[in-house]
């Protein structure tokens, strides 16, 4: 497509279930970024994929939070064990090249935890 | 590390009425970007500035790169209600862009 693309859109899980969302960037694009954004708040960052490897992981709250790569394309990321606080929409974001090219952000996964 | 302030934090402007936002950083920036998010959307790019004092305009929109390269503005101008939404500046970090915490504007018809 000609967009970034995420899935699902909404996400309702359980506390203490498994979630992976999926972020399909905009095609040729070599950086990818995933991003949380809390109800009423700004974005947290996350993660920074550069290729299938992640320069940046600095941003991931806890060991429970885990992303990967594959292909230089699509992108899953996995909260193990989800905890109420991980209620959030979760962007993804993709650019050309360089980290400092633009970023274009998908729709979201709005995922909440019962 | 870098940080970015943006005021105000929220505003509620009647239709037809200026609006004006700005972004501070803690540390210089050489490029400043203007995204908006409306409810349920991710963020669309909106403006780009890349270099100081640069002044450029989308449509309504009018944003500036301050001198001082610690600082951008974002101006709309005659408001309608489309405009709702977040605006976040943004300005590149090491391997990230560091975005600022965004402006919620409620356009009043």
């Known amino acids: 497509g000609a967009g970034v693309s995420q899935s699902p859109s909404n996400k309702v899980t359980e506390k203490g279930k498994d979630v992976e969302l999926r972020c399909d960037p905009i095609s040729g694009h070599t950086a990818l970024y995933w991003y949380r954004q809390s109800l009423g708040q700004g974005l947290e960052f996350l993660i920074y994929f550069q290729g299938n490897s992640a320069p940046d992981k600095s941003g991931l709250p806890s060991d429970r939070f885990s992303a990967e790569r594959t292909g230089g394309s699509v992108s899953t990321l996995t909260i193990q064990r989800t905890q109420q606080e991980d209620s959030a929409v979760y962007l993804c974001?993709?650019?050309?090249?360089?980290?400092?090219?633009?970023?274009?952000f998908g729709p979201g996964t709005r995922l909440l935890v019962l | 590390g870098q940080q970015l302030n943006q005021s105000p934090q929220s505003m509620f402007i009647q239709e037809g009425e200026d609006v004006s936002m700005n972004c501070t950083s803690s540390?210089?920036?050489?490029?400043w970007l203007w995204y908006k998010q409306d409810p349920g959307e991710g963020p669309v790019l909106l403006i780009a500035l890349y270099k100081a004092g640069e002044l450029t305009s989308n449509g309504r929109l009018t944003a500036q790169f301050g001198i001082t390269r610690k600082d951008s503005f974002l101006n709309i101008s005659a408001s309608i209600p489309s405009d709702v939404g977040i605006y976040f500046c943004?300005?590149?970090?090491?391997?990230?862009?560091?975005f600022g915490t965004g402006t919620r504007l409620k356009v009043l018809a």
């Open positions: 943004a300005g590149p970090g090491t391997y990230k862009y560091i």
């Open positions: 540390s210089i920036f050489n490029t």
């Open positions: 974001a993709s650019s050309p090249g360089a980290a400092e090219e633009t970023q274009y």
